[in-house]
């Protein structure tokens, strides 16, 4: 099936050159910081995480929604999800491998990753994060080629790929809450101090990853001509409807608790967050937007007739991308910082060599997610 991915038309070719051009570029960035360390973007002493972690946060939880189809499909028999459960399982693999590479890019020197690995230590949750992170890329490609490979020649795939797929239920799971207790785990940021980290990790990529898979999946049947069928779209619209919901939730429920209970400390973040502290709204404007996109796709994903038209919940699953990324990039790691220890107030901007490595380490998961599906696309055909 390989080959298939040196075959293709115009749209194809010029989908790669792009993702290949963009990657060259972010590449080119990423050596200057090689060379000159992590003080050509903008984090520093008081902001030591930014836009590379916010990145890495949020397509763990891009990776970790395909349980979301792999649960009812295999241990539900739900048929629904049978033309569009091998996109999910292929987007996991790409997120897995968008997530890992932030993770190498913050290191600054790529060459840390080997200490991890020479070595380990038990007691680091980074350690058992890059431990679960890499199981789950694995067992999602597995499984995927697998299926996809019977599903081709039309035979029933290995008995033996049953237990992997259920293993990777719990694996995804626990691909996201050990990412939270990387935060959690944290005892001298309140920001973050909160049991309610984990689940609202897993309410929010709930909602971002079947949004995205929606999208690529309409993108397939506009240029590949690959039909995920209207009942599976309507099923996964449905998920995403009920986790955007319950994420709104989570977030209306630490407000509660943090300004109704005047714990000082940790209303300062989120006072930093959604009015301003001390004259920096930085992050403000951003926090708004994603609440307001949030309550706006409620309502339209609530309403049946609009949630069924394929424009309008193309148009919703880029809002629902778009408020997840803000709150749970920018909103949940740059105020964990903001304001310092000290109490001073330093906020974080991006500089233009850190965007441009952070746009080659997305095309380099679109690149890879682009030939996994062009195998797809064959094998369907076939």
């Not at 051009?21 to 520093?44: C, D, K, P």
């Not at 996964?236 to 209970?261: D, H």
Request: hydrophobic share 55%; aromatic share 12%.
């Amino acid at each position: 099936m390989i080959e298939n991915i040196f075959r293709g038309g115009l749209k194809y070719w010029a989908t790669i050159g792009v993702l290949a051009l963009l990657l060259a570029a972010g590449a080119g960035a990423y050596l200057q910081q090689f060379e000159l360390g992590l003080s050509i973007t903008g984090m520093g002493r008081d902001v030591s995480w930014g836009l590379y972690i916010a990145n890495f946060t949020f397509f763990v939880g891009v990776a970790a929604s395909a349980v979301m189809l792999v649960l009812p499909y295999y241990l539900h028999n739900e048929k629904a999800f049978k033309k569009i459960i091998i996109l999910g399982e292929f987007l996991a693999v790409a997120a897995c491998l968008v997530a890992v590479t932030f993770v190498l890019v913050d290191l600054g020197q790529i060459t840390r990753v080997f200490n991890m690995i020479i070595y380990p230590t038990p007691s680091s949750i980074l350690f058992w994060d890059m431990v679960v992170l890499s199981i789950y890329l694995l067992l999602n490609l597995i499984i995927g080629w697998i299926t996809l490979d019977a599903e081709n020649k039309g035979v029933t795939p290995p008995g033996w790929i049953k237990a992997l797929i259920i293993i990777s239920i719990p694996w995804a799971i626990s691909i996201h809450t050990v990412t939270a207790f990387i935060y959690g785990g944290l005892g001298a940021r309140p920001f973050w101090l909160t049991a309610l980290l984990a689940p609202r990790f897993l309410a929010s990529a709930f909602a971002s990853g079947p949004a995205l898979l929606i999208l690529l999946a309409l993108t397939m049947k506009k240029w590949g001509g690959f039909d995920p069928g209207k009942e599976s779209l309507d099923k996964v619209a449905k998920i995403v409807t009920y986790s955007i919901i319950v994420t709104l939730f989570f977030l209306l429920l630490e407000l509660f608790t943090v300004f109704y209970s005047q714990e000082p400390e940790a209303m300062k973040h989120f006072q930093y967050l959604l009015f301003g502290l001390e004259g920096h709204y930085g992050l403000v404007p951003w926090m708004w937007l994603s609440i307001t996109l949030m309550c706006a796709s409620i309502v339209v994903l609530l309403n049946s007739n609009w949630r069924r038209n394929t424009a309008v919940l193309a148009g919703v699953c880029v809002a629902v991308l778009i408020a997840i990324w803000i709150d749970k990039g920018l909103g949940l790691v740059i105020p964990g910082f903001i304001p310092a220890q000290s109490g001073e107030v330093v906020e974080y901007n991006p500089t233009l060599p850190e965007v441009m490595i952070m746009i080659g380490v997305w095309s380099l998961g679109g690149l890879v997610l682009a030939l996994l599906y062009k195998v797809v696309l064959a094998a369907r055909k076939a």
